[in-house]
Structure formats: C-alpha cells, structure tokens
C-alpha cells in the first residue's frame, strides 16, 4: 500500500499528516467515507484541482475505497 500512496504522500506529507506548507490538509485520521467522497468529487471532475483529477481518472471506487480506509486508519497524536 504505501508503494501506492506515495503520489499522496509526495504532497499531504509522510502518512498522510499534512505538509510542512500548510497548503495540502491532513488525510489521517479523518473518516474514510469523508475521504471517499472527496476522492471520488475529485476524480469525477466535480471538485476542481486539476493534479488530483488527473491522479484519480484511472481510479475505480474500491481502489479509491482502500486509499481512504487506509489514510482513516492512521492514528493522529
């Protein structure tokens, strides 16, 4: 999973707990059906930010599934 996820990490940092920037927000921990949808906005074009659109086209909805399970799995200190 994490070979996966490393054009997610690249920019919402190292497990998903934001970049050092302040501009990509944290994926971990928040809940994975939240994430879903957002993911799925994106990758139909509804949410508009062209990097993650063209990211996710190729993306079917259980591969989209299993990347917010895992970010939702990720404990926040």
Same mark, same amino acid.
């Given at each position: 999973?994490? +070979?996966? &996820?490393?054009?997610?990490?690249?920019?919402?940092?190292? +497990?998903?707990?934001?970049? *050092?920037?302040? /501009?990509?927000?944290?994926?971990?921990?928040? #809940?994975?059906? /939240?994430?879903?949808? =957002?993911? =799925? $906005?994106?990758? !139909?074009?509804?949410?508009?930010?062209? &990097?993650?659109? !063209? &990211? &996710?086209?190729?993306?079917?909805?259980? /591969?989209?599934?299993?990347?917010?399970? $895992?970010?939702? *799995?990720? !404990?926040? #200190?």
């Amino acid at each position: 999973m994490a +070979q996966r &996820l490393l054009a997610c990490t690249g920019c919402h940092g190292k +497990q998903g707990r934001a970049a *050092s920037d302040g /501009y990509y927000p944290r994926l971990a921990g928040k #809940p994975a059906g /939240y994430l879903l949808n =957002q993911l =799925q $906005h994106f990758r !139909d074009d509804r949410r508009a930010y062209r &990097l993650m659109t !063209d &990211l &996710l086209e190729p993306l079917d909805d259980a /591969y989209l599934a299993e990347i917010a399970d $895992h970010f939702a *799995s990720i !404990d926040v #200190p």
